[in-house]
């Protein structure tokens, strides 16, 4: 079917919808309390690269549409959408110098306008500035369209990086050295001499890399295996040590950080045997997170009378095959009735029983086995000779074992024969019983390893925190876990550590704006699932199943996928 | 029973009811060591569900299903692919996302020994298994002629070599009996005439035994050493093509009370059945 030629008035359309968006994340006070946050120091602040970026993302994506069936409408069509979504904060601004709104809208104040409208004054004429503005964004992304497409992914990309680079200070004040800092960063924000230079580096950077990529694989690809292998062992090995100075080069505060992405990132493998290789989706999986962290609680603290009076008190590295055996076999146990329902019903009943787990742990009736609502204390934390980890820089190197340690199993698993099998159930049960696949066996087989690693992630994460409440183990750890699965690439390994950065890290980091977490979360899915279903780092049947028209012809074998680096 | 030494497989007044609708009723069909027996029928005689009894997905209500003298009726589908009986799909059925060459090593799966520790581990067992497993694919993909795409993405084949795929996926298993549901629906007279000769390849060259089901007269006729024909549910004529082709039951299945008067009969029902 050929599609219906781009008109002028989906421009306008599509303003339109960009404008009432711009209107919404104004009147919730997203612009206010981002006008604070210096990306370019003192000339560009986050409110401006959200409402521009806003018209700079429909102006593209207009332009776009158009440049796909009537070329020679991208540019006009770039110019009306922009100006359309400017024409919405400029008229929500005059509107509100006039009318006192804040009745109903609390943050439509004098304040918004004077953010929303370029100039000293407030009038019509800053109005006008502001949707001539739009327009100018909209005219220059029309030709960005134009511009083809290596280059052009290159300059976007150099975009957000300069945006993130501002975004993420704190991140990066702390790695980079003091020199760098200096010419970079100024108090509030990039420099702006800096934000230049690094656009046009990043440029360059991504240019190169897009362009020598293919080449380089190729010349990997021929070399003798030998070489290819020690390639690889160099290349992990740098990586690796690159790991094993993280904590110092990210200091207290970030390590933390890292430590939550981390145990996150072991959660993320477990639950992507689970739903990603064998489709198997379980909403309740923080059930198993919560027995793994209150077995190690339960065993290791000098707390809970009834309980020491019959288990001795172990130190962490005794209780951490309990801990593990425990989630393994609630795994099975959980599994065998569960297993034999599909799709939906797997997914209500996992859910009930992550909520039960919950309660129980909250209960008195088992509180002096569990601690109750008030928790435990005084769980045990690794210690390795004289050396025992308590603050975050010391915890991430037991995290970083266990990632290591996810991500093996899991890699080996996904390309063996049960790797097959359970793509076998996820493509289609039928089928894959006829090929003699025990359904059962092996959905449970996937169900206990993904628990077991939860219950590693969750051991782990008790310790880290020394106490627990029953509170951290709601349901949306689950959420979370399956969320960045999602966003990173259902059944992807790198993609779990993308999107465990990308939906744990970040909000860590963005604490200013915490206020609007959940509500940019949920944008976040909406937008991923419509413009990215694939994920951030897709794998290649997943990707091939979401983009059928693309798909094309052979593919690396089994080998080669596991190891390439990021699909374009 | 005493037909089990010669036969593979053999049904036993097998029943199955969906609700009200009798899909089958009191079926008796043997399948001979070896045989290539078709089992033809009007749409919605019951052709399908009887696979699906063979193959564990229903469970009968009467009667009993042996396999080599083994009974098979009720057993999980797993189980019973475990026995050594294979199948492809009237609508083809394969893992459609991943690449040829992983379609035909899923159906070697009851085969393959690795377990998780295996896996894990990659113990020279483990590979040297997974070595082997993909040589032997490979050779069954040139054997329908499909090796120089094993890398491709079984959805991206065309009609035809999807169908062979399928077969070759069967096959990897090494079954004893393979059950081939309207393997030549939707080709061209080029493409049966191949599959043709490929279904009587798998019995000349593997010993394969052949249960299959079939709307084309040409194939069924051509290859089949028996044919059963099924209507409603019920058996109405067992035997060799040339019985088949003049028997006035089948004809009246096909086409109608009126038309068993005419003459030439044979004539009428391969026009019948193959326009």
Partial sequence: MKPRPFRLLDAIRWGVYGGIAVTLIALIGMVHAFSKKGIVADRIMMSHVLVFGLI???????????LATKRRLAVPAGIVAGSIVALFPALLGLLITQINLRAVFL???????????PGEENNILSALQLVLLGSAFGLAVGLLALVPARLRRSLVSAGVGVILLGLLQAVFVVIIPDSWRQFLYKANGLSPNGAIALFIALSILDYGWLRGRPLTQQRIA??????????????TLVMLGLLAI??????????????????YIIMGMGLNIVVGFAGLLDLGYVAFFAIGAYTMAVLTTPELPVVRNVIPQLNFWEALPFALLISFISGVLLGIPVLKTRGDYLAIITLGFGEIIRLLVLSDALKPILGGAQGITGVARPRIGEITAVNPQQFFYPILVGILIAWFITARLKISRLGRSWMAIREDEDVAAAMGINLVGYKLMAFATGATLAGLGGALFGSKLGSMVPASFNVLVSINVLALLIVGGMGSLPGVIVGAIALIGLPELLREFSEFRWWVYGIVLVAMMIFKPEGLWPEATRLRELHEAEAFAPVETAEETETAAVPA | MTQNHNHILVAHKVSKRFGGLQALTDLDIAVAFHAI???????GAGKTTFFNCITGFYKPEEGEILFRGQPIQGMPPDRVAGLGIARTYQNIRLFANVTVLENVLVGMHRRLHTGWFGAVLRTPAARREERNAVKEAMELLRFVELADKA????????YGEQRRLEIARALAGKPDLLLLDEPTAGMNPKETEDTMALIQRLREDMGITILLIEHDMRVVMNISDIITVLDFGKKIAEGDPLAIRTNPQVIEAYLGRGAAAGRDYGAKTTAAVEG
Avoid: W
């Fill in chain 2, 37 to 43: 027996h078709s089992v033809i029928g009007p749409n």
């Fill in chain 1, 107 to 117: 943050n439509a104040s004098p304040e918004l306008a004077d953010l929303l409208l």
């Fill in chain 1, 56 to 66: 700079v993302a429909v102006a593209y994506l207009t332009s776009t549409r158009a």
């Fill in chain 1, 246 to 263: 993280l904590p110092q080069l990210l200091g207290p505060f970030l390590s933390e950080v890292a430590d939550t992405i981390g145990i």
């Fill in chain 1, 222 to 235: 021929q070399l003798p295996a030998r070489q290819r292998r020690a390639l690889r062992m160099v290349v």
């Fill in chain 2, 151 to 158: 890398d491709y993405i079984a959805k991206n084949l065309p």
